[in-house]
């Protein structure tokens, strides 16, 4: 039952964020063949254009072709290089994707140990110091948190690439970026969640049964905590996926957030639009999946529904 | 002292961009003898790839910065309560329309949908202002919406009702009063937000424009510069950070003193 709501409302989601990426291109000031061909395209280039994008058809008919392309993977073609753009999001989507998933798992292993830590020292000086830094720190916007590790790192002390792909330790820097962020809020929630459950009878149920104090906290108390966490890793991996638009420019990181500043900067409007669909997407299509994942790992919730 | 330190930094920024004002420094005076040098007697903070006063500029960048701030705010602000407090109050078809809107929208991550709206409307300060209320409205309506559904059973908006009470006078009188503190606090979280993503839109190029100074352009230019002058991105990342800082505690202070509890 769960599902099938969750699916009919998923689809009116969707159904609205093609349409939203859909009118991008209509509220482009003037004519919009005009802003991307330019001042000197001849009229010959200006009529194909306008004929390719569907432009001179109503806007329902547009919309419809647009939808009837889509469906079978077609997202139209680079203005710039006459690329199909589909074969451009096959190029740069695993970049993203691996940058994602490393700054997942930097995140997972600083934030979720900080968490932990910080719970245990609740109200002593290490708690203090771990919500200031880790939490407050990491919390800086990627656009800061990108060029400061990147003075540190690259330029003062050497031990990193400035940015590009080309060596393999070029991903680090991008991927702290990103899982530093990450990390901010997984300390915050891990210590939260943790500071709840280690309160509850079972808990003291344990200890007076005499198991050892890393036991209780992994196997009892952090299995508990463990939930919330699932939600906001999933909520968060969202996020990420629109972090990696700035720290992919930052450090040239030839992933789908790179191609999107890329193709704004060349009024490549197809490829915006393909690229804002394709992380939106991303995004709904990950909560989905952890909404699911929360509902079948936690027996009270499928009970309670 | 937490809440000392962030008045500080913010009465600090503050001054200085009064000082600014008052002693006329000239963010966009040219100086192509001083390119990029180090902070010195002419140049307090030194000077950028143009040999403009990093100083100068980062007092203008504020100034903007915290007018666009402000202004989005408001109008964000207005707009987002005024949804809520609509579908909230009247519920039934209306709730269930306007809320699946707000759906579409948080259907896009973070700043994605406002870099969207800002590829397509072109650069500029009043366009990225427009992206950014086209986008921010959403997490006022449903805050509003969600206290409203509540607040509308209270029994004394139901004593109103049952009085004859118009529908605008129920809304105004008796449901947007108690509404009052949880929005200060979102204003204050959303002032900081809506910084980060004009600095963000900025960095990125899709911002404010040179020769209006702005810090997110500057840290990107600063960028640039890293390997010739580190001052520069350091100058200016360290000021972003303590801006950014004492507003964000600002606004946790603000949050336990008004004791309102967020639930998103």
Redesign the interface.
């Known amino acids: 039952m769960f599902i099938i709501k969750k699916i009919s409302?998923l689809a009116?989601?969707?159904f609205?964020?093609l349409l939203?990426?859909f009118l991008?291109?209509h509220?482009?000031?003037g004519d919009p063949v005009d802003v991307m061909l330019g001042e000197s395209a001849s009229t010959a280039d200006r009529v194909q254009l306008r004929e390719d994008l569907g432009l001179n058809q109503p806007l329902i008919q547009q919309f419809g072709s647009y939808l009837r392309k889509l469906s079978v993977g077609d997202f139209g073609y680079s203005i710039q290089t006459k690329t199909p753009i589909i074969e451009l999001i096959k190029m740069r989507y695993p970049a993203t994707l691996k940058l994602a998933f490393l700054s997942l798992i930097i995140g997972l292993s600083i934030g979720i140990p900080l968490g932990i830590y910080a719970a245990l020292k609740a109200g002593k000086w290490q708690d203090l110091v771990v919500t200031l830094v880790s939490v407050?720190l990491s919390?800086?916007?990627?656009?800061?948190l990108g060029?400061?590790l990147?003075?540190i790192f690259a330029?003062?002390l050497g031990w990193l690439p400035?940015s590009g792909m080309e060596s393999k330790a070029s991903i680090v820097l991008p991927a702290l970026t990103l899982g530093f962020g990450l990390s901010a809020i997984l300390t915050r929630m891990t210590r939260t969640s943790l500071l709840e459950v280690l309160n509850d009878d079972y808990i003291r149920t344990a200890r007076a049964k005499g198991i050892s104090e890393p036991n209780v906290i992994i196997r009892h108390a952090l299995r508990a905590a463990l939930l919330p966490i699932i939600t906001i890793v999933g909520l968060q991996m969202?996020?990420l996926?629109?972090?990696t638009?700035?720290t992919e420019?930052?450090f040239s990181w030839d992933g789908i957030g790179r191609l999107?500043?890329e193709s704004?900067?060349k009024r490549d409007?197809p490829v915006?639009q393909a690229c804002?669909l394709v992380?939106?997407l991303s995004?709904?299509l990950v909560n989905l999946f952890t909404d699911v994942l929360y509902r079948l790992a936690d027996p009270r919730v499928k009970f309670a529904s | 002292m937490i809440k000392k330190l962030s008045l500080f930094i913010l009465g600090f920024w503050m001054i200085a961009v009064l000082a600014g004002r008052v002693l006329q420094f000239s963010p966009n005076h040219i100086d192509l003898n001083a390119i990029l040098s180090l902070p010195n007697s002419t140049y307090l903070l030194g000077t950028d790839d143009l040999g403009r006063s990093i100083l100068a500029r980062l007092l203008r960048g504020v100034e903007v910065s915290f007018l666009v701030a402000i202004i989005v705010t408001l109008v964000t602000m207005t707009i987002g309560v005024f949804i809520g407090l609509v579908a909230g109050f009247f519920g039934g078809k209306i709730d269930r329309i306007l809320m699946q809107i707000t759906d579409i929208f948080l259907a896009f991550p973070g700043i994605l949908l406002a870099i969207a709206f800002s590829a397509v409307l072109g650069p500029g300060l009043v366009n990225l202002m427009i992206a950014l209320c086209i986008t921010g409205w959403v997490s006022y309506a449903r805050l509003t919406r969600g206290q409203t559904l509540s607040l509308r059973n209270r029994q004394h908006v139901q004593a109103a009702e049952s009085l004859g009470a118009s529908v605008p006078r129920l809304i105004i009188k008796h449901i947007l009063p108690l509404l009052a503190s949880i929005l200060v606090v979102e204003a204050t979280y959303s002032l900081a937000s809506v910084m980060i993503a004009e600095a963000s839109l900025s960095f990125l190029g899709l911002g404010i424009q040179s020769p209006d100074a702005s810090w997110g352009a500057m840290l990107r230019d600063a960028v640039r510069y890293m390997l010739v002058a580190p001052h520069y991105v350091l100058i200016v990342g360290l000021s972003l950070m303590s801006l950014i800082l004492a507003i964000n505690l600002g606004g946790d202070y603000l949050r336990d003193k008004l004791d309102v509890r967020t639930e998103k």
């Open positions: 409302n009116t989601v969707i609205g964020v939203l990426t991008l291109i509220l482009v000031p407050r919390a800086m916007p990627a656009f800061w060029p400061m990147m003075l330029v003062w400035v969202g996020g996926l629109a972090g638009v700035i420019t930052i999107l500043v704004i900067e409007y915006t804002v992380v939106a995004y709904v």
